[in-house]
């Protein structure tokens, strides 16, 4: 029987402005993807680890931690605006062409979400290998709903109206959530096949599953990283 090949992708793209060089900033006594490393090393399923990154920097630490591979991520592919879809494509063909590796499921992981568990990971995995779905995305409900979203406007970006349907008066009015159908946001981990990216460009097909778990941190700030560090305490 041929062995199913599933590759764990992490990019660590040095350029983010919010919070400078979080993907490596110390939680904790260990840079940032230590974390979502760990959980992918534990996982029961994935049987490969690629990282990739822009910085020669990242790199020299990166190689401490016993990656499979690491490969360099083209500056083109590493701008604020970039779609990481382009830098997994560009990560596959080289691990294709340098290692003659082709994954049958690729799960996309990121550095920043330091308390995912790898049982999450796993049970996401095993939806796509029971061929339940061709994709699956890890889920948390919002904390508030996108229904409540207000947006300054105005040529001196002076006034307030709803985000959707731009309706000034909404933003006084009283919004019952429970006449909301129930919203959810992405935990930020991704499992599609292979085939997926390939037919769709994208890491969900059509139809894509879902593992609902609780609020996930998701480090984007410095208050987000001070709140991961003192929950990590």
Known sequence: MKKIKILAVIGLRSGSKSLKDKNIKELNGKP???????????????????????????????????????????????????????????????????????????????????FQKTKDIDRGISMVLNDKYDSVAIISKAKQHPEKALKIIGKKKKYLTSYFGNSSLKVGSKLNRQKFKEAYFRANVLICKKRVIDMHNSLTSRKPGFVLIPYQVDIDTLEDFKFAKFKMS
């Open 32 to 114: 940032l993807f230590y974390y979502i490393l760990k959980a992918a090393k534990k996982s029961k399923y994935i049987s490969k680890i690629a990282i990739s990154t822009d910085s020669k920097k990242y790199k020299k630490i990166v190689k401490k931690y016993c990656v499979d591979c690491l490969y360099d991520r083209p500056k083109k592919l590493s701008l604020d605006n970039s779609e990481e879809i382009f830098f997994i494509k560009d990560l596959l063909k080289k691990m294709e062409k340098h290692e003659n590796y082709i994954p049958d499921i690729v799960v996309r992981l990121l550095a920043t979400c330091p």
